[in-house]
């Protein structure tokens, strides 16, 4: 969740640098790519996966195993969760998906944002 709410800032960052730099509007598409799957991520895959990790816990963990401490969290953990519907496995591949058409977007707007500068470094043979 840290991880997200961090790349959620750093898109928007980036969103706010275009439009004050007055960017040319075919370079916020990336961006807005970006934006819109950190969000979306944000909030609802992590969250789902969040819960469906602490139901797999409440599920599986054996209280004989743990320490005291880690039983009580254990039973917190099982009221927390019980009532709530179980979100999908398939969550999982969405997220790495989504992973992946971050890292093709942010692929797109470095080979972009080099475009102009492909030009100044070739040198005539």
């Known amino acids: 969740m840290a991880l997200n709410a961090v790349e ?3 898109v928007l960052t ?3 640098i275009l439009s004050m730099t007055r960017a040319p509007w075919d370079y916020w598409t990336m961006p807005a790519v970006l934006a ?4 979306l991520q944000f909030l609802y895959l992590t969250p789902a996966l969040d819960l469906r990790a602490q139901q797999i816990i409440a599920a599986e963990a054996d209280p004989q195993q743990l320490k005291d401490s880690q039983v009580r969290h254990l039973s917190h953990v099982r009221a927390n969760v019980a009532a709530e519907p179980a979100p999908s496995a398939f969550m999982h ?3 790495v998906c989504y992973e992946l058409a971050k890292l ?4 797109g707007f470095v080979v972009q944002l080099c475009g102009p500068c492909t030009g100044a470094l070739s040198m005539p043979l």
């Open 14 to 16: 980036l969103l706010m």
């Open 93 to 95: 591949g969405m997220y």
């Open 104 to 107: 093709m977007s942010l692929g």
């Open 8 to 10: 959620v800032g750093v």
């Open 36 to 39: 819109a799957i950190a969000l």
